[in-house]
């Protein structure tokens, strides 16, 4: 048993998520959660700036004595992962391969749609590493730029207008292709998941890429031995910009609240 924290990080409100999951599949863990709500969002960033980006994060992250670190965006573990992996002594946890063995194993027409960010999108991330699992599988890929603002704002509901026309816009090209399975490659994207269903239709299967994510790093945990063991764990959440709109849009995507648990962090120190 190891109780020491994991630590989860995501350029904002997305990898609440993966939280969330965490939370269901083993509530006794420590969790620590980093938003650089400051500089959300990741998608629209050059490579280059997307890895210094991560490194600051995960060096705050570091401050902590932690027994692994998830990365609940896609936007890094398409573009960073590799690196951050070499540069540290912990287990680090990424979203696209979780999340392309589910799309791979749950598609029945040899179709899967992506969507996430353009810096995810451009990376071919998910493509490479579906083909890895079986070459004849199709990728329809999709970047959606104005998802991850709209979440960050509280425009994730059905019957706003809004949201609702931006999704229409980004997924007829997809539904297009007849995919049957869906990957929201962005962690933000399952907050928006009633508006992508409603949006693609019935008999379209959704995969979460960051509960994904959260299931595997636990299952690789449990395999070292590495779970707390504990009843009930602790979670700490910090974030580069105002720590009031977090917790109340927080409040709303975990079910409870987190006033008072919020910390802001000046990230550029790290």
Do not use: W
Not at 13 to 39: H, I, K, M, Q, W
Not at 84 to 99: C, F, H, K, Q, W
Not at 220 to 230: N, R
Request: aromatic share 6%; glycine share 8%.
């Amino acid at each position: 048993m190891d109780k020491r924290a994991i630590g989860v990080f995501d350029s904002g409100l997305g990898g609440l998520t993966c939280v969330r999951e965490l939370r269901r599949l083993a509530p006794g863990e420590d969790l620590v959660y980093f938003g650089d709500t400051g500089r959300v969002p990741y998608g629209t960033r050059s490579r280059e700036t997307i890895q210094r980006y991560a490194r600051q994060d995960v060096r705050f992250l570091r401050s902590f004595d932690l027994k692994a670190i998830i990365v609940a965006c896609n936007t890094v573990s398409a573009n960073a992962l590799a690196e951050l992996r070499a540069e540290n002594d912990v287990p680090v946890y990424g979203t696209i391969a979780p999340a392309a063995r589910v799309a791979a194993a749950s598609t029945q027409n040899r179709r899967v749609g992506l969507i996430g960010t353009a810096a995810s999108v451009r990376s071919g991330a998910y493509e490479r590493a579906i083909s890895a699992l079986d070459p004849t599988l199709r990728v329809y890929a999709k970047a959606c730029p104005l998802f991850v603002p709209l979440v960050e704002n509280g425009r994730n509901r059905l019957g706003d207008q809004v949201v609702e026309l931006v999704a229409q816009d980004y997924l007829t090209e997809v539904k297009a292709k007849e995919v049957d399975t869906l990957i929201m490659g962005c962690t933000h994207y399952p907050l928006l998941s009633a508006v992508i269903a409603k949006t693609m239709g019935p008999g379209v299967k959704l995969v979460d890429s960051g509960a994904e994510c959260a299931a595997a790093a636990l299952r690789d945990l449990e395999e070292k031995g590495l779970l707390s063991g504990k009843a009930a764990g602790e979670s700490r959440f910090y974030v580069s910009d105002s720590t009031e709109d977090f917790a109340r849009l927080a409040s709303t995507f975990l079910g409870e609240s987190v006033t008072g648990q919020v910390e802001r962090v000046v990230i550029q120190e790290y």
